[in-house]
């Protein structure tokens, strides 16, 4: 690395789940370009501690003061008594924020990943943004507070990254002035592609987590076989880039090998490609605008063979109508719609509704509960709590 170049300080929010540990691995190949500020986790201490190990932050945070206990036993043992322990939600948003850190990883799953987003674009940090639900939730406030505080913002959604790395780099939101006619979300179509749509009330968890082509957590792949995720990515992909509902279109690409597209006004469409593999979306956040090894093998087209594209099935991926639905009505719906869907993932999971069911939960709770206005997180995470009742309810 230049010298010119100071190290780069990287808390990670989520470091035990799939995106922290992909930041990880790409961090380990770049010692001189990167050091490890914080590691956050809620209840996977053995992994953390394993992570203090080798990357020696200053700072972690976990979810209670029972899992920052069995932490500072584990970490003693180790020898890394200097290694600060904090818990709790304030301590996820001071990491986040603290002034001995550069760059944010935005990795938690969920609502429960927005107020320490959100904390550190406050602060005008580089934030890499790899939980949609926070743009989802609280996207006017999120991305007035990026404007207002001049922080970075990099999205890690391989799909946001993609368009990201396809519009011009001059691109100021305005579709117009650069030519552009579409965004186009690329999705693999889950599990379940092309499964009898009458059978879908049968499908079990050990079915829905097991994605055909990325590794990812459990509730992120059940999102991927309803194609809520995508729905999610929809809502993401509007406020990141100042799209209307009516310029963002979904198209079902199996092998997953292009990962999002733009449509130009003169014809053009330019794609990302890339094996389906995250490290290559943070590797570009980390570095950019430079581009660094990210430990990807290069893509061989002659071994791909084929790439595949349809138009979604709205009967056989009702949650997609529903986000359209919900980016449409704008406010407080799209939180409704994440927190229901929440609720009802984690039903599914456990077994108290069927697959097909998780769509029925979400459609009643976005009837039942009108949309508001919110202008603050306070009343964004108001509404949220408010959603997962209604759900709950609704699951009993």
């Given amino acids: 690395m230049n010298n010119m170049y100071k ?8 470091s035990t789940g799939s995106i922290g540990v992909s930041t990880l ?135 946001h990254n993609a368009i990201f790395q396809c519009l011009p780099r001059s691109f100021d939101g305005e579709l117009d002035k650069h030519g552009i006619r579409k965004i186009l979300l690329t999705a693999s179509g889950g599990p379940f592609l092309y499964r009898d749509v009458d059978t879908l009330s049968a499908v079990t968890p050990e079915e829905a987590v097991a994605h055909p082509n990325w590794v990812m957590g459990r509730k992120i792949s059940i999102d991927s076989a309803t194609m809520m995720n995508k729905g999610l990515e929809v809502i993401e992909a509007h406020w990141l880039f100042s799209v209307p509902a009516d310029q963002i279109d979904v198209v079902i690409h199996p092998q997953s090998v292009i990962h999002s597209m733009v449509s130009y006004n003169d014809g053009s469409v330019l794609a990302q490609l890339g094996n389906p593999d995250m490290r290559t979306p943070i590797a570009y ?11 990807v093998e290069a893509l061989d ?80 995470l108001g509404v949220d709590a408010h959603a997962r009742r209604v759900a709950s309810s609704l699951i009993q």
Wanted: aromatic share 4%; with cysteine.
């Fill in 7 to 14: 190290k780069q300080r990287v808390c990670i929010l989520g």
């Fill in 25 to 159: 691995d790409v961090i380990a190949r770049h010692p001189d370009r990167y050091s490890v500020y914080a590691l956050t986790a809620h209840t996977q201490i053995e992994k953390l501690a394993q992570q203090c190990a080798h990357f020696l932050p200053q700072v972690v945070v976990v979810g209670s003061a029972s899992a920052a206990d069995g932490l500072r036993q584990l970490l003693l043992s180790r020898g890394l008594e200097k290694i600060q322990i904090e818990f709790g939600p304030q301590a996820l948003c001071d990491a986040a924020t603290a002034a001995e850190c550069d760059s944010v990883m935005a990795a938690i799953v969920g609502a429960a990943g927005l107020p320490a987003s959100l904390a550190a674009a406050q602060a005008g940090k580089k934030v890499l943004l790899a939980n949609k639900e926070a743009l989802v939730m609280s996207g006017s406030l999120f991305m007035n507070a990026i404007k207002s505080t001049g922080a970075s913002l990099l999205p890690i959604d391989s799909e």
């Fill in 285 to 295: 956040g980390l570095a950019f605008p430079e581009r660094i090894d990210s430990g």
């Fill in 301 to 380: 087209l002659v071994k791909v063979g084929k790439l595949n594209f349809e138009a979604p099935d709205l009967v056989r991926f009702p949650c997609l109508r529903l986000a359209y639905h919900a980016l449409r009505s704008g406010h407080s719906a799209p939180t409704v719609l994440n927190a229901s869907n929440e609720i009802a993932v984690q039903a599914f999971l456990d077994g108290n509704i069927s697959f097909n069911m998780i769509a029925q939960v979400i459609e009643q709770c976005l009837d039942k509960i009108p949309s508001s206005k919110v202008a603050d997180l306070e009343s964004i």
